[in-house]
Structures are given as C-alpha cells and as structure tokens.
Nanobody
C-alpha cells in the first residue's frame, strides 16, 4: 500500500501563488496527478505527470498558470500555482498510479489518493 500526503495549502489573495507538495511513502507509485474539488462540485482533473517526467497534462483552466513537477528520489510531487483566481478555491488531492508510469486525466486510473489540502483564494 502507498500513502500520499499533501501539504502547502492555505489562504492566498487573488493573483498570488502557492506551491503544493505531495509526499509518497510505502509501495511505489508511478504516474501521478493533481485533482481538485470545489464545494458542491465533482472532483476535477488539474494536472498529471508521467513517471519520468517526460509527459505532462493540464486542465485548460490552469494551463500557463500551474506547473506540475516531481522528484522521484525524494518521492515528492509538486504543484506550483501562480496567478491564482477565486475559481481555483478547492480541496486539492494528490493521486498516484501503481500500475502504470503513463499519466492519466481520469480519476478511475489512480489507485491511491491523499487526504487533500485546502486552497482558498480571496478576491
């Protein structure tokens, strides 16, 4: 079993930046991603990265503002979020795949999930 733990959430003004981190432990996870869930809404894809960081994918709503990266030696995944908007307010979840190094935008492809970290952007 793998465990994923997010950190770095908080309250930030619109236009500001935050950097989320996800620390992995236990069994290996390969491709990883970030998803978010706003109150009263479904959980949505944000960004994903392949095992060797050769491929990344972003939701249209965050392209050009968010950057996903990872350090496999440290077993850590990051999400750098710049130019934050009020609509970015959500709980952000880290996800990991144990079965593949290829990234996916689909929730169902990820076997492991963190508990989430709250990001609140004030306007």
């Amino acid at each position: 079993q793998a465990q994923l733990a997010e950190s770095g959430g908080g309250l930030v003004q619109a236009g500001g930046s935050l950097r989320l981190a996800c620390a992995a432990s236990g069994s290996p996870v390969y491709a990883m991603g970030w998803f978010r869930q706003a109150p009263g809404k479904e959980r949505d894809f944000v960004a994903a990265i392949s095992w060797l960081s050769l491929n990344t994918s972003y939701a249209d709503s965050v392209k050009g503002r968010f950057t996903i990266s990872r350090d496999n030696a440290k077993r850590t995944l990051w999400l750098q979020m710049n130019s934050l908007k009020s609509e970015d307010t959500a709980a952000y979840y880290c996800a990991g795949r144990e079965s593949s190094g290829l990234y996916s935008t689909r929730e169902s492809d990820y076997e492991y999930w963190g508990q989430g970290t709250q990001v609140t952007v004030s306007s």
